[in-house]
């Protein structure tokens, strides 16, 4: 866990990728990519002066995210669920084929929209390297 948490904060550093006072929203799908990078991040609070928030969008498909609130709660990240009705209108509405990049399209708009709404200026995503 150090080692990664060592290349994560190199990597913070030699990038500059996070500056005083930022406002970091950690997208959270509950997918083993986004908890590390929560996980990490969380670490790195320890040496970065910043905020963070983990946000993970409710498609409207009946999922429990209790054990990311419960991760979230034990890390001491604020999260916030954003329930929306993408499921339902891509496969029940409009009935899509071929529903992902619909599907990913809304996603990243709701995503994008509670930065706005919660003043958060920058986007953390697990499955970019």
Do not use: W
């Not at 986004?34 to 905020?51: D, G, I, N, Q, T």
């Amino acid at each position: 866990m150090q080692k990664l948490i060592g290349l994560v904060r190199r990597c913070v550093e030699d990038y500059k990728m996070i500056e005083p006072g930022d406002r970091i929203a950690v997208g959270v799908s509950g997918g083993k990519d986004s908890v590390a990078l929560l996980v990490f991040l969380a670490e790195l609070k320890k040496y970065f002066p910043f905020y963070m928030e983990a946000i993970t969008i409710d498609m409207g498909m009946g999922m429990d995210y209790s054990g990311i609130a419960k991760l979230c709660q034990d890390l001491d990240v604020p999260f916030t669920l954003v329930k929306t009705e993408i499921a339902p209108i891509i496969f029940d509405y409009r009935k899509e084929k071929n529903p992902c990049s619909m599907c990913a399209k809304m996603r990243r708009g709701a995503l994008n929209q509670t930065l706005l709404d919660r003043n958060l200026n920058k986007l953390a995503l697990g499955h970019h390297y």
